[in-house]
Protein backbone atom coordinates (compact mmCIF):
# COMPACT_ATOMS: atom_id res chain seq x y z
CA UNK A 1 0.00 0.00 0.00
CA UNK A 2 1.34 3.30 -0.73
CA UNK A 3 1.35 5.99 1.54
CA UNK A 4 2.38 9.92 2.08
CA UNK A 5 5.80 9.15 3.60
CA UNK A 6 5.70 12.88 5.23
CA UNK A 7 5.35 12.17 9.11
CA UNK A 8 2.97 13.80 11.31
CA UNK A 9 5.70 15.41 12.96
CA UNK A 10 6.77 16.97 10.30
CA UNK A 11 3.32 18.00 8.83
CA UNK A 12 3.33 20.04 11.72
CA UNK A 13 4.00 23.77 11.64
CA UNK A 14 4.29 26.24 14.41
CA UNK A 15 2.11 29.44 13.99
CA UNK A 16 3.85 32.89 13.39
CA UNK A 17 1.22 35.01 14.48
CA UNK A 18 0.03 35.18 17.96
CA UNK A 19 -2.84 33.10 18.35
CA UNK A 20 -5.70 34.20 21.35
CA UNK A 21 -4.85 32.12 23.94
CA UNK A 22 -2.85 35.23 25.78
CA UNK A 23 -2.70 34.85 29.56
CA UNK A 24 -2.21 38.40 31.19
CA UNK A 25 -3.66 40.10 33.86
CA UNK A 26 -3.13 42.91 36.41
CA UNK A 27 -2.70 41.08 39.59
CA UNK A 28 -0.08 38.60 37.75
CA UNK A 29 3.59 38.87 36.41
CA UNK A 30 2.60 36.49 33.85
CA UNK A 31 2.00 36.95 29.73
CA UNK A 32 2.67 34.24 27.29
CA UNK A 33 1.29 32.78 24.21
CA UNK A 34 0.29 28.99 24.55
CA UNK A 35 1.55 27.43 21.30
CA UNK A 36 -0.18 26.29 18.64
CA UNK A 37 0.53 23.84 15.54
CA UNK A 38 -0.78 23.29 12.56
CA UNK A 39 -1.90 19.94 11.80
CA UNK A 40 -2.10 17.94 8.46
CA UNK A 41 -5.61 16.95 7.40
CA UNK A 42 -5.81 13.45 5.92
CA UNK A 43 -8.20 14.36 3.99
CA UNK A 44 -7.48 17.22 2.59
CA UNK A 45 -10.98 18.98 3.47
CA UNK A 46 -11.93 16.71 0.52
CA UNK A 47 -14.41 15.30 1.42
CA UNK A 48 -16.44 17.93 3.76
CA UNK A 49 -19.47 19.58 2.60
CA UNK A 50 -19.48 23.15 0.86
CA UNK A 51 -19.81 25.51 3.67
CA UNK A 52 -17.98 23.19 6.11
CA UNK A 53 -15.05 25.44 8.09
CA UNK A 54 -12.77 22.58 6.51
CA UNK A 55 -13.99 22.46 3.16
CA UNK A 56 -10.79 22.05 1.00
CA UNK A 57 -8.51 23.11 4.06
CA UNK A 58 -5.33 20.58 3.96
CA UNK A 59 -4.45 21.71 7.91
CA UNK A 60 -5.94 22.66 10.96
CA UNK A 61 -5.06 25.04 13.68
CA UNK A 62 -4.69 23.40 17.37
CA UNK A 63 -2.94 25.01 20.44
CA UNK A 64 -0.89 22.46 22.48
CA UNK A 65 -2.02 20.75 25.65
CA UNK A 66 -1.92 22.61 28.77
CA UNK A 67 -3.34 21.36 32.90
CA UNK A 68 -7.16 22.64 31.66
CA UNK A 69 -6.87 19.98 28.99
CA UNK A 70 -5.43 17.05 31.35
CA UNK A 71 -8.51 18.54 34.02
CA UNK A 72 -10.48 16.95 31.02
CA UNK A 73 -8.66 13.65 30.36
CA UNK A 74 -9.16 13.03 34.01
CA UNK A 75 -12.57 14.10 34.75
CA UNK A 76 -14.83 11.27 36.28
CA UNK A 77 -18.11 12.24 34.81
CA UNK A 78 -16.67 12.77 31.45
CA UNK A 79 -14.86 9.52 30.91
CA UNK A 80 -17.93 7.73 31.92
CA UNK A 81 -19.70 9.44 29.39
CA UNK A 82 -17.23 8.69 26.83
CA UNK A 83 -16.93 12.49 25.88
CA UNK A 84 -13.53 13.15 27.46
CA UNK A 85 -12.06 13.03 23.99
CA UNK A 86 -14.66 15.49 22.47
CA UNK A 87 -13.96 17.77 24.97
CA UNK A 88 -10.26 17.47 24.34
CA UNK A 89 -10.62 18.10 20.85
CA UNK A 90 -13.75 21.30 21.37
CA UNK A 91 -10.79 22.65 23.62
CA UNK A 92 -7.35 22.79 21.37
CA UNK A 93 -9.42 23.52 18.16
CA UNK A 94 -8.73 27.36 17.65
CA UNK A 95 -11.12 27.98 15.12
CA UNK A 96 -14.62 27.69 17.52
CA UNK A 97 -16.74 27.62 14.59
CA UNK A 98 -15.40 24.12 14.00
CA UNK A 99 -17.66 21.35 15.26
CA UNK A 100 -15.55 18.85 17.03
CA UNK A 101 -17.90 15.91 15.89
CA UNK A 102 -18.41 16.95 12.21
CA UNK A 103 -14.81 15.73 11.73
CA UNK A 104 -13.90 12.88 9.78
CA UNK A 105 -12.59 10.11 11.84
CA UNK A 106 -9.49 10.06 10.22
CA UNK A 107 -8.97 13.96 10.65
CA UNK A 108 -10.05 13.64 14.45
CA UNK A 109 -7.28 11.35 14.80
CA UNK A 110 -4.54 12.93 13.38
CA UNK A 111 -5.61 15.87 15.74
CA UNK A 112 -5.73 13.75 18.77
CA UNK A 113 -2.09 12.02 17.75
CA UNK A 114 -0.73 15.99 17.35
CA UNK A 115 -2.21 16.58 21.06
CA UNK A 116 -0.76 13.40 22.87
CA UNK A 117 2.55 14.07 21.28
CA UNK A 118 2.27 17.92 22.24
CA UNK A 119 1.49 16.76 26.17
CA UNK A 120 3.43 13.64 26.77
CA UNK A 121 5.56 13.47 23.91
CA UNK A 122 6.31 11.16 20.83
CA UNK A 123 7.12 8.25 23.03
CA UNK A 124 4.46 5.82 23.87
CA UNK A 125 5.03 2.65 25.87
CA UNK A 126 2.19 0.62 26.08
CA UNK A 127 1.32 -3.25 26.51
CA UNK A 128 1.57 -5.26 23.77
CA UNK A 129 1.13 -8.92 23.65
CA UNK A 130 2.87 -11.35 20.52
CA UNK A 131 0.49 -12.86 18.06
CA UNK A 132 3.19 -16.16 17.68
CA UNK A 133 4.07 -16.38 21.78
CA UNK A 134 1.49 -14.60 23.82
CA UNK A 135 4.30 -12.98 26.34
CA UNK A 136 2.61 -9.63 27.42
CA UNK A 137 5.25 -7.07 27.31
CA UNK A 138 6.04 -3.43 27.66
CA UNK A 139 6.76 -2.11 24.27
CA UNK A 140 7.79 1.51 22.99
CA UNK A 141 6.55 2.78 19.97
CA UNK A 142 7.64 6.54 17.95
CA UNK A 143 4.05 8.18 17.50
CA UNK A 144 6.46 10.73 14.93
CA UNK A 145 6.86 7.86 13.44
CA UNK A 146 3.06 7.39 12.12
CA UNK A 147 2.18 8.29 8.40
CA UNK A 148 -0.56 10.29 6.39
CA UNK A 149 -2.78 8.10 4.64
CA UNK A 150 -4.52 10.36 2.21
CA UNK A 151 -6.34 7.18 0.71
CA UNK A 152 -4.70 6.98 -2.14
CA UNK A 153 -4.64 3.30 -2.48
CA UNK A 154 -7.96 2.92 -3.52
CA UNK A 155 -8.33 2.52 -7.61
CA UNK A 156 -11.26 3.18 -9.63
CA UNK A 157 -12.38 -0.26 -10.01
CA UNK A 158 -12.95 -0.61 -5.99
CA UNK A 159 -14.97 2.74 -5.87
CA UNK A 160 -15.15 6.17 -7.51
CA UNK A 161 -15.31 9.58 -5.17
CA UNK A 162 -18.29 11.36 -6.20
CA UNK A 163 -16.89 15.03 -4.58
CA UNK A 164 -18.98 14.83 -1.95
CA UNK A 165 -17.84 13.09 0.92
CA UNK A 166 -19.64 9.58 -0.98
CA UNK A 167 -17.67 6.91 -3.05
CA UNK A 168 -20.10 4.67 -5.74
CA UNK A 169 -19.24 1.34 -5.52
CA UNK A 170 -20.24 -2.64 -7.23
CA UNK A 171 -21.24 -5.51 -5.02
CA UNK A 172 -18.76 -8.15 -6.46
CA UNK A 173 -21.37 -11.19 -5.53
CA UNK A 174 -24.79 -9.54 -6.04
CA UNK A 175 -23.70 -6.50 -8.92
CA UNK A 176 -25.51 -3.82 -6.68
CA UNK A 177 -24.73 -0.63 -7.17
CA UNK A 178 -24.11 1.13 -3.37
CA UNK A 179 -23.24 4.74 -2.30
CA UNK A 180 -21.69 4.88 0.69
CA UNK A 181 -19.97 7.85 2.90
CA UNK A 182 -17.17 8.23 4.89
CA UNK A 183 -17.93 7.96 8.74
CA UNK A 184 -17.53 11.42 11.23
CA UNK A 185 -17.63 11.67 14.39
CA UNK A 186 -21.58 12.06 14.93
CA UNK A 187 -21.44 8.67 13.22
CA UNK A 188 -18.82 7.36 15.76
CA UNK A 189 -20.22 8.64 18.48
CA UNK A 190 -24.16 7.19 17.00
CA UNK A 191 -22.64 3.68 16.46
CA UNK A 192 -20.69 3.44 19.68
CA UNK A 193 -24.24 4.45 21.41
CA UNK A 194 -25.85 1.72 19.46
CA UNK A 195 -23.76 -1.06 20.16
CA UNK A 196 -23.90 0.28 23.98
CA UNK A 197 -27.36 -0.17 24.50
CA UNK A 198 -27.38 -3.28 23.02
CA UNK A 199 -24.94 -4.71 25.31
CA UNK A 200 -27.32 -3.06 28.39
CA UNK A 201 -30.14 -4.65 27.10
CA UNK A 202 -28.48 -8.16 26.74
CA UNK A 203 -29.25 -7.53 22.75
CA UNK A 204 -27.23 -8.48 20.12
CA UNK A 205 -24.55 -5.89 19.10
CA UNK A 206 -24.94 -6.62 15.47
CA UNK A 207 -21.16 -4.52 14.98
CA UNK A 208 -21.30 -5.87 11.17
CA UNK A 209 -24.49 -4.83 10.41
CA UNK A 210 -24.84 -1.53 12.38
CA UNK A 211 -22.13 -0.33 10.69
CA UNK A 212 -22.93 -1.20 6.93
CA UNK A 213 -26.31 0.55 7.64
CA UNK A 214 -24.46 3.72 8.92
CA UNK A 215 -21.90 4.28 5.76
CA UNK A 216 -24.74 3.37 2.82
CA UNK A 217 -26.66 6.03 1.51
CA UNK A 218 -28.31 4.46 -1.66
CA UNK A 219 -28.33 1.02 -3.42
CA UNK A 220 -28.70 1.05 -6.85
CA UNK A 221 -30.46 4.87 -6.59
CA UNK A 222 -32.89 3.78 -3.82
CA UNK A 223 -32.14 5.56 -0.72
CA UNK A 224 -34.74 4.84 1.34
CA UNK A 225 -33.24 3.52 4.80
CA UNK A 226 -35.87 0.23 4.26
CA UNK A 227 -34.13 -0.72 1.36
CA UNK A 228 -30.64 -0.03 2.56
CA UNK A 229 -31.98 -2.25 5.70
CA UNK A 230 -32.99 -5.12 3.12
CA UNK A 231 -29.41 -4.97 1.51
CA UNK A 232 -27.31 -5.08 4.84
CA UNK A 233 -29.53 -8.13 6.75
CA UNK A 234 -29.08 -10.24 3.49
CA UNK A 235 -25.93 -9.02 1.73
CA UNK A 236 -23.58 -12.10 0.97
CA UNK A 237 -20.88 -12.31 3.19
CA UNK A 238 -18.26 -11.49 0.07
CA UNK A 239 -20.04 -8.19 -0.73
CA UNK A 240 -20.08 -7.80 2.85
CA UNK A 241 -16.72 -7.92 3.47
CA UNK A 242 -15.81 -6.21 -0.11
CA UNK A 243 -17.49 -3.10 0.63
CA UNK A 244 -15.59 -2.69 4.20
CA UNK A 245 -12.63 -3.24 2.82
CA UNK A 246 -13.35 -0.93 0.19
CA UNK A 247 -14.88 1.81 2.65
CA UNK A 248 -11.34 1.15 4.58
CA UNK A 249 -9.04 2.12 1.64
CA UNK A 250 -11.32 5.51 0.68
CA UNK A 251 -11.24 6.36 4.55
CA UNK A 252 -8.33 9.11 5.06
CA UNK A 253 -6.65 8.11 8.09
CA UNK A 254 -3.45 8.19 10.33
CA UNK A 255 -1.58 4.96 9.23
CA UNK A 256 -0.46 3.97 12.75
CA UNK A 257 1.59 0.57 11.32
CA UNK A 258 4.90 -0.03 12.62
CA UNK A 259 7.37 -2.65 13.42
CA UNK A 260 6.99 -5.14 16.16
CA UNK A 261 10.22 -7.25 17.47
CA UNK A 262 9.05 -9.27 20.20
CA UNK A 263 11.63 -9.27 23.50
CA UNK A 264 10.98 -12.83 24.04
CA UNK A 265 10.90 -14.70 20.97
CA UNK A 266 12.30 -12.23 18.40
CA UNK A 267 9.11 -12.79 16.16
CA UNK A 268 9.03 -9.89 13.77
CA UNK A 269 5.51 -8.14 12.06
CA UNK A 270 4.59 -5.24 11.37
CA UNK A 271 1.81 -3.97 13.74
CA UNK A 272 -0.55 -1.64 14.23
CA UNK A 273 -0.09 0.36 17.02
CA UNK A 274 -2.64 -0.29 19.83
CA UNK A 275 -4.66 2.75 21.46
CA UNK A 276 -5.18 1.89 25.05
CA UNK A 277 -5.28 3.66 28.09
CA UNK A 278 -1.98 4.42 28.14
CA UNK A 279 -2.24 6.65 25.51
CA UNK A 280 -3.70 9.59 26.82
CA UNK A 281 -3.08 8.21 30.13
CA UNK A 282 0.28 7.37 30.17
CA UNK A 283 1.05 7.21 34.60
CA UNK A 284 -2.23 5.66 34.90
Wanted: net charge negative.
Amino acid sequence: MSRNKERTGGAQQRDSSPPPQVMQGESTPFSFVVPTEFVELPSGGKFYPDGHPLYGETTIEVKQMTAKEEDLLTSRSLLKKGVALDRLLKSIIINKNIDANSLLIGDRNAILISARVSGYGNDYQTKVTCPRCNTMQDYNFNLNDVCIYNGESITEEEAVSNGDGTFTAMLPKTKIEVIFRLLSGYDEKNLFNQIENARKKRKEENTITRQLKQIIVAVNGDETQKSINYLVENMPTIDARHLRLVCKLATPNVDLTQHFDCNECDYEQEMEVPLTADFFWPDR
